[in-house]
């Protein structure tokens, strides 16, 4: 049973680069795409962007200016950059993978809170 | 800018059935779109129940089903339990490695 875990800081101040990491343990990284999704506080679901084994990424248009997703296989470790945050960037980030060749996001992260703010 | 729509909330006796729809803005929902539907309880991550418009991932109960209905998804729960208070997320593949979520359905039973 695949397991990913997200880890970074918790408090980012406005105008800095969120930096998270997802780890992933019981399964292969290859062969799969993998998603970071985030949830403001008592708002829905936003998928931010997706990373192929391969490196390849696709990333929300909304977004895409101020994301890099990439991919460390040696590490089993896939990450988000996400520059010149603001207090709408405050949310709970949860990574996933893609099963179903990238149309199922069949495991996902416990999710970690991260604030922005001064 | 596409947009996928659901019902904000939606309420269901406990024994009773209920469909909650996924739309788009623009355009109908096929298979091609490959819906799936997600349960996200308070503080928990959430689960994807089914996904390629009608798959049970592994483990769902079967009281759980999937379909095209008319120009949307459709998310059908036949004998509603406590435990189905959720929110409830549909997310469809754009195509180009995009994935658009709807922004969810309130269920409550009651």
């Known amino acids: 049973q695949v397991q990913l875990q997200e880890s970074g800081p918790g408090l980012v101040k406005p105008s800095e680069t969120l930096s998270l990491t997802c780890t992933v343990s019981g399964g292969s990284i290859n062969s799969y795409y993998w998603s970071w999704i985030r949830q403001p506080p008592g708002k829905g679901l936003e998928w931010i962007g997706s990373v192929y084994y391969s490196g390849s990424t696709s990333y929300n248009p909304s977004l895409k200016s101020r994301i890099t997703i990439s991919i460390d296989t040696s590490r089993k470790q896939f990450s988000l950059k996400l520059s010149s945050v603001t207090a709408a960037d405050t949310a709970v980030y949860f990574c996933a993978r893609l099963g179903g060749s990238g149309t199922n996001f069949d495991s996902w992260g416990q999710g970690i809170l991260v604030t922005v703010s001064s | ?110």
């Open chain 2, 1 to 110: 800018q596409t947009v996928v729509t659901q019902e904000p909330s939606f309420s269901v006796s406990p024994g009773g059935t209920v469909t909650l729809t996924c739309g788009l803005s623009s355009g109908s929902v096929s298979a091609t779109y490959y819906p799936s539907w997600c349960q996200q309880t308070p503080g928990q991550a959430p689960r994807t129940l089914i996904y390629s418009t009608n798959t049970r991932s592994s483990g769902v109960p079967d009281r759980f089903s999937g379909s095209i209905l008319g120009n949307k998804a459709a998310l059908t729960i036949t004998g509603a339990q406590a435990d189905d208070e959720s929110d409830y997320y549909c997310v469809l593949y754009m195509g180009s490695g995009i994935s658009l979520f709807g922004g969810g359905t309130k269920l409550t039973v009651l």
